[in-house]
């Protein structure tokens, strides 16, 4: 896998964090936690997971447009980090 590091990382972050949350929502789930308080964490956890799979996804579209577009490195950057941005706000 082609990843470059400080994604890499950030991802392996996230990864643990989600982890985190489903091992705490099962938690909230044994304990008959209230279910807005269940599904507040829900939400975070989706939240959380697509944060990584937008990294993923971007790793995988520099890792693509790499190979066809030598030379164009800056310029993969620069519409990748703009994709990020707008796809973040996507619901």
Do not use: W
Request: hydrophobic share 40%; with cysteine.
């Amino acid at each position: 896998m082609g990843i470059e590091e400080k994604d890499f990382v950030n991802i392996i972050r996230r990864l643990k964090r989600i982890e985190g949350q489903v091992r705490g929502l099962q938690g909230m789930v044994e304990k008959e936690r209230p279910l807005e308080e269940i599904m507040n964490q829900m939400a975070a956890s989706k939240r959380a997971f697509d944060e990584a799979s937008l990294l993923i996804i971007t790793q995988y579209m520099k890792e693509c447009l790499g190979k066809e577009l030598k030379g164009c490195e800056k310029a993969i950057s620069s519409a990748l980090e703009v994709f990020k941005k707008y796809a973040n706000h996507i619901k």
